[in-house]
């Protein structure tokens, strides 16, 4: 399984502001994508990153809000951009060879908070 | 639409034997998975069924019925450290996860 990191660990931030997350993986993978998950909840796919084209965001998400960059098969960052306290919440980059079995692994997470 | 459906929490003893399941329609089927997740940290894989049956993974084991669209995960043997959510996710026909909400787990001495 690879090493994901994601860094900031946890951030606040004041409303209106844009906070960039990075994930950084120890090893080239295929596919990388991006989570969101509130307190309690379960996990809510914001968009897959794709290596040298657009990400694919999911219904209810849009680019200008969550830019995401992934620029090689290692780095991805996404951006959550004019926050509002609506947005804090968990943020999670995830990795998967696409290839059976097709499992998912997970960096640490970004712990954001806006106040 | 898409649907996963897993009881909210399951409380049990430590040493016993405790089933979790859960029941999906989804569009489309290319395995059902398992992750286990820590308060405060990120999931963690467990197990993957894509054919019918049972699949055993040390104290862990994962049973798949595709045709009643029904999945468990038992753990034998409770610990303490077993007190998590764990998490049940389907593949459906695009590739794409489908998650369930999860049933936290707790254990009792």
């Known amino acids: 399984s690879a090493v994901i990191s994601q860094k900031p660990s946890r951030d606040i931030c004041q409303r209106g502001t844009s906070l960039t997350i990075q994930c950084q993986v120890d090893s080239q993978v295929t596919m990388m994508f991006w989570y969101r998950q509130q307190p309690g909840q379960s996990l809510t796919l914001i968009a897959t990153a794709n290596q040298g084209s657009e990400a694919t965001y999911e219904s209810g998400f849009v680019i200008d809000k969550f830019p995401i960059s992934r620029p090689n098969l290692t780095f991805s960052t996404l951006t959550v951009s004019n926050m509002s306290p609506e947005d804090s919440s968990i943020y999670l980059c995830?990795?998967?060879?696409?290839?059976?079995?097709?499992?998912?692994?997970f960096g640490p997470g970004t712990r954001l908070t806006v106040t | 639409g898409q649907n996963i459906d897993q009881p909210t929490e399951m409380t049990a003893t430590e040493g016993a034997i405790v089933q979790i399941n859960c029941t999906y329609q989804t569009s489309g089927f290319n395995g059902l998975f398992w992750y286990q997740q820590h308060a405060g940290e990120a999931p963690t894989f467990l197990s993957y069924n894509v054919l019918d049956g049972l699949e055993e993974k040390g104290r862990f084991s994962s049973f798949l019925s595709r045709s009643k669209g029904y999945s468990y995960l038992l753990l034998k043997e409770l610990q303490m450290k077993d007190s998590a959510s764990y998490l049940c996710a389907v593949m459906d026909s695009n590739y794409q996860l489908i998650w369930g909400a999860g049933t936290k787990l707790i254990i009792k001495p």
């Open positions: 995830s990795v998967s060879q696409n290839r059976e079995p097709y499992e998912q692994y």
